[in-house]
């Protein structure tokens, strides 16, 4: 480049670095579950918008993808119908066709799953606070995969995609979260999309991973 030559118009440092998903990077599927889709019980508004992004999003070369669910008891400290605290209608509850992955969202069957919000008296929005089916925490499943980016989407993107992204960027991984492989619950997600840049956390499409999807 010719010296003193103005720099690229829109280039930062987060755009220069690539995207390209490899060995190291992991892709999250956030609580993609029947009852966080149109119908369910406690849809996310044109939450199923997201499936045939996320269809295009499995087949790249990820080390690791990973599914989490929300699974919860039936009398979850979560709902309303079970606690003065409580902020939800009863959703996910373990085992049920609710708390099944959408069917229209096939994963690789090397996929992992980790499940959250297991106990009656303890909730969870983030993956983190999650673990696989013999217990192992999200953490060390990223760990033990030699994992050092994530890559999020899914649903909410105010709740529990945030909260994960969040913890993703405590736990010292680089985060980006797929803003159009995610919905949320809030007319307004600004907030949600604010507090997450100010962690570090990275905003992009899945256009920026594969420009012809
Ligand atoms: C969620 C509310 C309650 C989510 C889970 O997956 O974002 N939201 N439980
Ligand atoms: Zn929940």
Known sequence: ???????????????????????????LIIDVQNDFLPGGALAVPEGDAILPVIRQLTPLPFGLI????DWHPAQHVSFETATPAGLW???????????????????????????????????SYSAFGGADAQGVSLAALLQRHGINRIFLCGLALDYCVQASALDARKAGLE??????????????????????????VILCTSQDLAPDI
Do not use: E
């Open 1 to 27: 480049m010719i010296s003193g030559s103005p720099s690229l118009p829109h280039t930062t440092p987060h755009h220069r670095m690539s995207l390209t998903p490899g060995p190291a990077d992991a892709l």
């Open 66 to 69: 990973i599914t989490s669910q």
């Open 89 to 123: 209608p009863p959703h996910c509850v373990a085992g049920t066709q609710g708390a099944a992955l959408a069917a229209d969202m096939t994963v690789p069957a090397d996929t992992l799953a980790v499940f959250k919000g297991t106990q009656t008296d303890q909730d």
């Open 175 to 200: 985060t980006v979260v797929l803003t159009d492989a995610c919905r949320g619950i809030a007319h307004d997600l600004t907030p949600a999309l604010t507090a997450l840049r100010t962690a570090g």
